[in-house]
């Protein structure tokens, strides 16, 4: 379930530093669906690591899937720990409709 959180986060970093001009997405098929649209590159990407991970969850009493499980942990966490690291929103973003919705919120 980690994998998972981890995976919408990444994803939500991702369509934000596109968005920003920041980055481009680097997987080329994946690059192909977000021009398409970025809700299909959501879903995209949601289905292929939901699919992912229940067949290792199917295949997790192996050695091998306990490995991979441990390893595409360590990988998203480290990716979000990178986001984190790495953000910053560019100037030219304006924030205001983001910080007024948050203080509606509060």
């Known amino acids: 379930r980690a994998v ?14 596109i968005e920003s001009g920041q980055a481009v997405e680097a997987n080329p098929v994946m690059a192909m ?7 299909l590159f959501a879903a995209v990407k949601i289905a292929l690591v939901s699919m992912g991970i ?15 499980i441990v390893t595409v942990s ?10 984190l690291a790495h953000f910053s929103v560019p100037a030219e973003i304006d924030l205001t409709a983001v910080s007024s919705f948050i203080s509606l919120l509060s």
């Not at 229940?54 to 991979?68: F, I, Q």
């Not at 360590?74 to 986001?83: L, N």
């Open 54 to 68: 229940l067949l290792l969850h199917r295949l997790r009493r192996t050695p091998t899937a306990r490995l991979a």
């Open 33 to 39: 669906a977000y021009a398409l649209s970025p809700v």
């Open 4 to 17: 998972l959180v981890l995976n919408v986060v990444d994803l939500a970093f991702t369509i934000f530093y």
């Open 74 to 83: 360590a990988a998203y966490a480290g990716v979000v720990v990178y986001h």
